[in-house]
Structures are given as structure tokens and as C-alpha cells.
């Protein structure tokens, strides 16, 4: 188990490097020069090239690079171009924001998937079973800006139940300012995972060990619940750690049509003002969010899948 | 002495499909005693394994029991309730399944499986894994204290099915089915297992019956054995007379078949040649009519009854009705 885990962190960095670089490229690559688009039209040339020196941009990119992971190393993400903090603080500033979003919306969606799918599996081919598999696919087929501008107009617009814009302070406030883009963006995963759910547990349920089980007269309850559904779940961990990059996504929309403090609206606003450092950071900070929880997965799978453990 | 345990009374078992119904067992007979061991052969599809699920009441949705008794002590297992059923499984009757690499849960470990079957004890956990690693030591598992916090990936296919060997005698049932249970395994740990249920039958006192398309398997171990072919008895006696004196033409056949049984090098292996009918589609007659080279005019118009020849020997073939001469 040890080993495992060692030998996943150490893919986990690979990632992370290979990642970081790409993304360090290609921004570079995005058309219109930082320094005219900070500074403005009628910037003189001497403030320019006093900027591009500042921000290293005058090196060549190779020499960028390796001073960017230079600094990294030291726990050193640059500083914010226009108002001179640390990258580091402003990031993980919002980054509780964001965390704090997508952890709400999977503990929900997982919750209730898992429940919907374990439920329909248990009963296939029933009325229950339909009507899961029904809702299951419109709730799929929803894209998760849509569900979060219908349910600012219903829920906090006309209804007046939650709170429509910003993150809230204290934990109470903070939990109502989570209710509904925490709703929109894992209102698809609900019906994702129960599907998920749903046909992993018919497929287990189909196997010969169900059946030992029950000619053993083990109650049907604890068949469905610990032999049958601890295998099903496992691609379903899986998926949910990929899924965090998608919600990674999905919360950029959240945040910006809730108004929301956070990673996603924070990447938005830096790529629009060409403040590399910032997107530089927040793209470091979501991608090793991405990589430690698809680690993490892998992890979980492996606790409850000995056969894992032994097969890397 | 010989108490009756089991009685299959004219059971008829459908499956309802798409096509009609399938006739997967009609008018099945026989019993098994106390502490007998009675084997079931036939081909693949001859209706075995609808017949063990049947007993255990473990069909698939479909199946529709259309006639007939499952008499388990006396008390008719198709009119049980589901609660008495659950209390019967694991109990007083036990099943080994056929595949041993597929009949553990593969992400639970093998102590905690066999804590789980003893759910209806009222032991300590300690006892409960004491006495399922005195079982393991039974069927011949080395260093069981250890061997039960492994899981089932971490042995072979034999030690599997010994376990399961082990996990289905660990409430010493009265009936222990084994289906197939040397099918997927190698000859010599086909022998292993064999001489390891015959030493613990012993030793328990179970009766089991043992299901299987080997013939020498049977012969070895069983007392009493059942032919069945698509779905219906046509032999049934002592091990012994079937095997020295077959009444009918199907059990005739299967033991030339058997490849134990094939003395001369032969350049093409003998087989039945033919198909077994369509169950959903009988034809009239006996249904063995249409392999059999003895076959009549009467074999096509009417069944022939499963009928006692000698004492405990049926069969059900009209060869050995005494107006036929040949």
C-alpha cells in the first residue's frame, strides 16, 4: 500500500510538471503583447521595456521557464503585476472559495447519485427504476450555466429563498451562499453518477459472489450494501476524480454569474488584463488540485480494491 | 436407516421468454437420503443447474415453477416464505458453486466472508474466526489464522474451492450441493478435492448431491446417481447398476462418451451425435428419439414413463418395456 501510494505521488508530480509547462507555453502564445495591453496605448517605450525587463518578458522563453520553477521551488509564484502581492497570498485567498464549491457540489451529487443509482439497480426494470432513469438523463442533459441562470431567476430572484450574489461571511451565511451554484454545477453529476451507479451495480449484482452470498442467506440488505455496492462504487471514484477538473470548469461559470470570489472567476479576470503571474498561479494551484484528487482517487480505489494494490 | 432428506416431486420448471416457454424441467423425481451421496449428469442444458437453484429458490425472475413438490424434511421448499428460505441457505442446505475464481467477493477478505456467513450465530467474533480457521484447516489450507486476512486473488483456484468447501460445511448443513465444483479445475486437484469431500462427508455426515458431466467423478464418489437429458430423468439407481448395467440408450451413450471410459486409441473421439431439442419446441414422444439408434414408431407418438426395473432402478425408455422384443 505503501509503495503504491509513493510510486501514484510520484506519477502525481510528473503530471503536475508536464501540466504546468504546457499551460506556461501556451499562454505565452496567446495573441497581444502583456505589456501594451497593461499599459495602455500611450504608454512611452521606456516605461514598456522598464515593464518587460520587471517581468522577465525580455528573456527568451526557455530562460522564462526555468526562472518561473526556479522560483516555484522556493514557494515563490511571482508578484500581481498592477497591485504588487504576492501571487501566493491572492490565490489561496480565493481559493477557498472555489474548494469549498466543488466539495459542496460533489458531497451533494455524490450523495444523491449513488443513492438514485444503488436504488434503480435494486429495483430494474420497475416504474421507480424509469422514472430514476428519466430524470437521471434530463438532469445530464442540463449545462450547468443554464441550470445556474434559471435557478438565480427562480430561486433567488423571484422566490427570495437563497442569497443571489457573493460567497457570504460566516459559516451559516457562507452555507446559504453555497446552496445554489453548488445546485447548478452538480445537478449533471447527480445524473451522471446514478446512471454510473446504476449500471456497475447491475453488472456486479450479476456476478457469481452475489450469488454465494445470498445462497448463504446473508440479508439481501447487507448483499446490495457491503458486497455489491463497495465494488460498483469503485469506477464511480474514479470518475469523480476526474470529474474535480471539470468542476474546476464548471465553477468559473458559477462564480461569475453568482458573483462569486474564487479560482475560476479569479483566472477569467487576470487572462483579460494579460496578469500572467495570477493565471500562472491559479492555473498551478487548479491543476494540482486536478492531480491531488485524481491521486486521491486512485487512492480510495485502492483501499477498497486489494486487487488494485497488487496490480500496479 | 435411510431417511428420506430430500424429495423432488414432479417438479416442472418453466422459463418464461420472449419465444414461449421454456420447458426447462418436467416431471423430475428422485430423492436423496440422509448422508447419501447422489450425483446429477448430463449434458450442458439438460436443466442441472435450474434444478440446484430451483431447490434453493435462487431463480432468475422468470422462472415460473409450474408443478410438483420440493420437499425438504418433509416441508414443501416452493411454498416456503422468503424468510424460511433465507433460514434454509447457509443452514441446513449449502451450495458450492461451479467457478471458484468467481465465487468469493473479491474486495472483502476471506475472514471476513466467513464471519459473515455465520451470521446466525451468536458466538463471539473471536470464536466465529477461530472456527473458521479450524474449517480452512479441515479442507487443507496451511497456516489458516493468516490465510483468513487475505483475499481471494491472493490464492489459487484450488485452495479457492476448498474454501468454498470449507465456507459451505462451516454450519455442518444436513445437504450440501455442489455444483460442478471440480469442473474448472485441473485433473489431479480434481482428485484433491474429490477425496477431500469424500473424507469430510464422512466426517459430517451431510448429504450431498453432487452435479456434474463427469462420469468417473460420479462413479467415484457418489452412491446413487441421476441422468437427465433436456430437462427430464431417464436413469436413476445405484451407481453401480447404472454404470455396469445402463437401461437406457442416452446413459448408454454417455458412458461410452466418457473419455475415461475410451480404452483403444481412437483417431475420432466418440460423441452423440444429433442436438437436443428445442425446449421451447417439444416434439412429441421421447425426446431422446431423435440421437437414439434404437429409436421406434412408438418412441415418436408416445413418453415413455420413468419406470421401476429393478429396486431403486427407473428408467425411462421403452426398450425395456417387456412387449418390445428386439
Known sequence: MLNFATRRFGLSLLILFVAVTVMFLMIRAVPGDPVQIMLGPRATPELQAQLTAALGLDQPIWKQLL???????????????????????????????????????????????????????????????????????????????????????????????FPAIGAGDGFLDRLDHLVLPAFAIGLSWVGYIARLVRASMLEVMGESHVRTAR?????????????????????????????????????????????????????????????????????????????????????????????????H | MTETLLEIDHLSVD???????????????????????????????????????????????NTRFREGEIRFKGQDLLQ????????????DISIVFQDPMQTHN?????????????????????????????MLGAVGIPDPEARLKQYPHEFSGGMRQRIAIAMALMSEPDLLIADEPTTALDATLEVQIIERLQELQREFHCAILFISHHLGVIAELCDRVVVMYA??????????????????PYTRRLIECDPGHIKERARVLPTIPGEVPDLANLPGGCIFRDRCDQAMARCATDVPPLDQLKEGHHAACWLNHEEVTT
Open chain 1, 215 to 311: 445462497a448463504f442467506g446473508i440479508a439481501e440488505r447487507r448483499v446490495v450494501m457491503v458486497y455489491a455496492l463497495r465494488i460498483a462504487i469503485l469506477p464511480v471514484v474514479t470518475v469523480i476524480g476526474v470529474g474535480m477538473g471539470f468542476l474546476l470548469s464548471s465553477a468559473v461559470f458559477a462564480e461569475i454569474v453568482f458573483a462569486r470570489p474564487g479560482l475560476g472567476k479569479l483566472v477569467i479576470d487576470s487572462i483579460t488584463t494579460r496578469n500572467y503571474p495570477i493565471v500562472m498561479g491559479s492555473v498551478l494551484i487548479s491543476t494540482a488540485l486536478f492531480v491531488v484528487s485524481t491521486a486521491l482517487a486512485d487512492l480510495i480505489n485502492a483501499l477498497l480494491d486489494p486487487r488494485a494494490r497488487t496490480a
Open chain 2, 15 to 61: 422459463y418464461e421468454t420472449g419465444r414461449g416457454d421454456l420447458k426447462a424441467l418436467r416431471d423430475i423425481t428422485f430423492n436423496v437420503n440422509k448422508g447419501e451421496i447422489v450425483g446429477i449428469v448430463g449434458e450442458s442444458g439438460c436443466g442441472k443447474s435450474t434444478l440446484i437453484s430451483s431447490i434453493l429458490r435462487l431463480t432468475a425472475p
Open chain 1, 67 to 161: 526562472i518561473f520553477y526556479g522560483n516555484l521551488l522556493q514557494g515563490d509564484l511571482g508578484t500581481d503585476v498592477f497591485s504588487g502581492r504576492a501571487v501566493t497570498d491572492i490565490v489561496f485567498q480565493q481559493l477557498p472559495y472555489t474548494l469549498e464549491l466543488i466539495f459542496a457540489s460533489i458531497l451533494w451529487s455524490a450523495t444523491l447519485g449513488i443513492g438514485l443509482g444503488a436504488y434503480a439497480a435494486a429495483h430494474p426494470n420497475t416504474l421507480i427504476d424509469r422514472i430514476a432513469a428519466a430524470i437521471s438523463v434530463s438532469f445530464v442533459a442540463a449545462p450547468a450555466f443554464v441550470v445556474a441562470l434559471l435557478a438565480l431567476l427562480v430561486f433567488a430572484v423571484h422566490l427570495q429563498w
Open chain 2, 106 to 134: 473479491p474486495v472483502l477478505t476471506i475472514g471476513q466472508q466467513m464471519l459473515d456467513i455465520q451470521h446466525r450465530s451468536k458466538q463471539s467474533k473471536a470464536d466465529k474466526l477461530a472456527h473458521a480457521a479450524k
Open chain 2, 80 to 91: 416456503a416464505s422468503d424468510r424460511q428460505m433465507r433460514d434454509l441457505r447457509g443452514a
Open chain 2, 231 to 248: 430437462g427430464a430423468v431417464v436413469e436413476s439407481g445405484e451407481v453401480r447398476e447404472i454404470f455396469h448395467d445402463p437401461k437406457h
